[in-house]
């Protein structure tokens, strides 16, 4: 599989130029964007010294295979991806909003979260080095993008990152079928990180006792669970309307 990829929308190019800018090889700009937006992302992309070349918006829509480019194509090198927590935290400008997956075994599962990670604003995407699925071909192609849009950063003591990460004020909330908490009855407000266990086993036994509060999915049909990427985009669409 080859590590050099294109990515295209400001989110996704301005996201890649604050938080690893050195896996963009070239951003190739649309030279009918004049507005402030597009002056922004130029800056930025001026100030990290990567190459930027002005093109035709039909260009960038045969390389990518859509319209919907915004103006704006990074070609990058996804085999210098890694960055850590750290290198996320310190580039954001808005409370942090993380997804932490404990233990995802299948492909299509992970690239599934990858995609409703992207939809909703999230900032990364943490997960276990070991007994976990990591970004594989297949996870880039059900992400559909955002395993290249989305930091995924795969860590070797999840539990002592979940420390970490309340060390910076975030609000750590695990999700089982027996808590307390009614997601619909729970309020969500300033940095949080959402976690969320393995397809067959949920929560591991450590990851659950580091969460500050777990919080339940109400079902109100006959089955007992569901995806777990399904309810990784129904917690995260409530948090996005909340917190709006």
């Known amino acids: 599989m080859s590590s050099t990829r294109l990515i295209f929308g400001f989110h996704a190019v301005t996201s890649r130029l604050r938080q690893n800018p050195d896996s963009i ?10 507005d402030q937006r597009a002056r922004s ?11 930027l070349t002005p ?26 991806n890694y960055i850590d ?23 299509h599962n992970l690239g599934a979260c990858l995609r ?8 990364a995407v943490i997960a276990p080095k070991d007994r976990a699925v990591g970004v594989t071909a297949t996870v880039y ?22 420390k970490q990460l309340k060390e910076h004020g975030i609000w750590i909330i695990g999700t089982a079928e027996n808590a307390d908490y009614d997601l ?25 006792e580091a969460c500050d509060q777990l919080v339940r999915i109400p ?9 777990v990427a399904v309810s990784v985009g129904i917690c995260l669409f409530e948090t996005h309307r909340q917190q709006q």
């Open 25 to 34: 090889k070239e951003i190739f700009i649309d030279t009918a964007r004049d």
């Open 41 to 51: 992302l130029i800056n930025l992309a001026e100030t990290r010294k990567i190459q």
């Open 55 to 80: 093109c035709e918006g039909s260009r960038l829509a045969n390389m990518t295979g859509t319209n919907r480019h915004q103006g704006v194509v990074a070609n990058i090198d996804s085999a210098r």
């Open 85 to 107: 927590i750290d290198d996320v935290l310190e580039t954001l400008t808005e409370p942090a909003r993380l997804l932490v997956l404990d233990g995802i075994q299948d492909p």
């Open 116 to 123: 409703v990670a992207d939809a909703f604003g999230v900032h």
């Open 141 to 162: 192609k059900v992400s559909s993008g955002a395993a290249d849009t989305v930091p995924f950063i795969a860590v070797t003591n999840l539990s002592r990152t979940l």
């Open 184 to 208: 619909t009855h729970f309020q969500i407000k300033g940095p949080i990180a959402w976690v969320f266990g393995s397809e067959e086993k949920g929560l591991r036994r450590l990851t659950r």
């Open 219 to 227: 079902m109100l049909g006959s089955v007992e669970s569901l995806n």
